[in-house]
């Protein structure tokens, strides 16, 4: 993909018929207009949103990608933080956790926290409306005993790299046993599964 600048995006997206068609659109609204309506938004109503956009592809077994990034949530730009030599920190960000289509690359899922937050509870809550999951690719910050299980139990399976010091003790879910036995055995196959998230 191009690197492009917002603006260079925004005048391409502004006429994208895959967008404009389904909203009855020739031309999507302005970055200035979308802010002034920014007031009027809320979570429920983006998940709405996002919920109508995919609600074709969630019928199937879905191979999905788990990550987050930090997120600037104060008004300051690059170019202001430069000239008064004052830069973005790490608290002062908030924390996007996506469930991505690995397949067509679409946003199935977000919740945002701040920035410190523990990534590993939101698996389950990111997969959970859907029902039947294929291949779930995350990184270490979402190892667990209990996201295993919950993947293994919608019939999908995660391939996450474990921790040096992990083990598949007896009192281990059968997932995560499974899931480590894979890893330690046949390591090369597993690393090779788990790098198709790129």
């Not at 202001?80 to 199935?108: G, M, P, Q, S």
Request: hydrophobic share 40%; proline share 4%; with cysteine.
């Amino acid at each position: 993909m191009l690197r492009l600048s917002y603006e260079d995006y925004e005048r391409v997206m502004r006429t994208d018929k895959r967008i404009c068609n389904p909203l009855g659109l020739k031309i999507l609204p302005s970055k200035s207009t979308i802010q002034r309506a920014m007031k009027f938004l809320n979570f429920s109503l983006i998940r709405q949103f996002n919920n109508q956009l995919i609600s074709c592809i969630i019928k199937r077994k879905l191979n999905i990608i788990i990550d987050s990034t930090g997120m600037r949530c104060i008004g300051r730009s690059i170019w202001y933080c430069i000239r008064i030599k004052k830069y973005t920190r790490k608290r002062d960000c908030n924390k996007i956790h996506l469930a991505v289509d690995a397949d067509l690359l679409l946003i199935l899922n977000f919740r945002i926290t701040r920035w410190n937050r523990n990534d590993n509870p939101f698996l389950e809550k990111l997969l959970k409306p859907f029902k039947l999951l294929g291949i779930i690719f995350a990184d270490k910050g979402y190892l667990s005993r209990k996201n295993f299980q919950f993947c293994m139990n919608r019939n999908g399976g995660l391939f996450c790299p474990f921790k040096k010091g992990s083990t598949a003790n007896p009192k281990s879910n059968p997932a995560w046993k499974f899931a480590f036995n894979l890893y330690k055995k046949c390591n090369w196959i597993y690393m090779d599964i788990y790098h198709q998230r790129y």
